[in-house]
């Protein structure tokens, strides 16, 4: 091997390792976030919960032995307070998202028909770019990835597309163990990509890298 061949093998070597050590600090440092995020999390529920706790006792045993509620009563009023700070705490992701219903992803049979390979260039593939909660049927087949800091929800670039879609063909890398949303969703009456879908016209906010986060401040309003 002459020298210059010789330098470019070891340049080769070098870019390699590089690639190899950010990747693993890229990783490193999601596994980090996600346990901080974690953390965060149960340290601030750990303390609502012993406040709430010591407050809502001593409120109950003050009422009760004022005879001014009864166990029955508290029990009834308690199961309607649960689910209205349900979805609160939901909104807050001050709980574990999965999807609900859990359902059998292979046995699901009702894909829309939709002919993607003509639309792309309008939709720019835009179902991909929205975020959904994975199945314990996705958790245990590994194969799907999950946000590490908001758990289990779909893993997503820094461009807002899914991680398992191929950023220069727009192909699914995971098609055969597709999560149930992807297998379900269907665009056609989803005017945040279609205004228009029988006659192919986009949402023009599709082309905004901050397609999503446009369409929800602006709904919003
Ligand atoms: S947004 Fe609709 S048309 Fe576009 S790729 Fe997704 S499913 Fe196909």
Known sequence: MSQAST??????????????????EDLRQQIADGLHSTHCRANS???KTLETASFLYALIELLSESDLISVEALDE???QVIKRLKRRYEDDRMGVLLQNPQLDKYSF???????????????????????FALSEQDLEERVVHWNLAIPYMIEQRED???????????ACSIYEQRPMPCRGYDC??????????????????????????????????
């Open 109 to 131: 049979d009702r894909t829309a028909q939709i002919d993607c390979e003509n639309r792309v260039h309008l939709c720019k593939t835009s179902c991909c770019r929205l975020p």
């Open 188 to 221: 056609r009456n989803d005017k945040r990509i279609w205004l228009d879908f029988e006659n192919r016209i986009p949402n023009p906010a599709v082309e905004r890298s901050d397609w999503l986060q446009f369409i929800s401040e602006n709904s919003a309003e």
């Open 160 to 170: 807002g597309y899914c991680v398992h879609v191929d950023k220069c063909t727009q």
């Open 77 to 79: 009023r308690k199961r």
């Open 7 to 24: 330098q470019k093998y070891e340049d080769a070597q070098t870019e390699t390792i590089t690639t190899t050590q950010q990747r693993w």
């Open 45 to 47: 529920n750990t303390t």
